[in-house]
């Protein structure tokens, strides 16, 4: 079975430019990650649309609530038949394990990751909300918590993977945004790393957006980054 590395971000403003967008694309080479204002335009109806298109879906919706609740909307999303679903670390403990448990609980159990810290916050954002230390130690902190949570992985930039590795070790799921073949404009992206240095770099999934969503040939685009990181 292929295993793409590729996530696919679904940035579109309407379900019908995502399709448009879709219908140019292969199960085979990618994955797709259908985020929040996606989903809240098309809801659970677009979701199985592309999962019945044979694509893998991480439903990047980061729950964040009292663990019951977290609870029954990850017993949802798995019922809907994503491959990947995520909670924010943050959370704590208990409602990553009680999200967990629901999705062993379900016949079919997607992937389930944590996220730790946002990428556009910074040590002044951490301490206003009384966060103490750098956003690199409190990745690392809730990437381990994560962990012995029962979660399969966490959502992290590429820098950070090598040292999540570290703490996590090598079967824990790495989901690295921010990717940007070294073509690519970086747009708004801060923290970028090339696809071939994300996955040297210890990243086990590369979420892309833009330099394929907005490429003249998409699908070339596309092609293109899974020639780059053939066999690593």
């Not at 403003?13 to 335009?41: D, H, W, Y």
């Not at 994560?146 to 090598?162: M, P, R």
Request: net charge negative.
């Amino acid at each position: 079975m292929p295993d793409p590395k590729v996530v696919v971000a679904l940035d579109f403003p309407s379900v019908a430019r995502a399709t448009s967008f879709i219908n140019q694309m292969k199960p085979n080479l990618c994955r797709l990650k259908i985020g929040k204002e996606l989903f809240a335009i098309g809801g659970p109806a677009f979701v199985e649309s592309c999962i019945d298109k044979g694509f893998d879906v991480f439903l990047d919706l980061k729950y964040h609530d009292i663990p019951n609740t977290v609870a029954k909307a990850c017993q949802a999303a798995a019922k809907m038949g994503v491959w990947m679903i995520n909670v924010h670390a943050l959370g704590g403990r208990k409602m990553m394990e009680a999200a967990k448990e629901a999705v062993l609980q379900n016949s079919h159990q997607p992937i389930l990751i944590g996220v730790t810290i946002l990428t556009s916050m910074e040590e002044s954002d951490l301490k206003e909300v009384g966060l103490v230390g750098t956003p690199h130690d409190n990745v690392l902190r809730l990437a381990k918590l994560a962990s012995d949570s029962g979660l399969d992985g966490v959502v992290c930039s590429a820098q950070e993977a090598a040292a999540i590795r570290e703490v996590v070790g090598k079967d824990f799921c790495l989901v690295t945004p921010g990717i940007r073949p070294e073509t690519a404009d970086a747009n708004d992206q801060k923290r970028i790393m090339t696809p071939e240095a994300a996955l040297a770099a210890g990243s086990s999934y590369l979420v892309i957006g833009r330099p394929i969503t907005q490429a003249k040939d998409p699908i070339q685009a596309l092609v293109d980054i899974n020639e780059s990181i053939k066999g690593l």
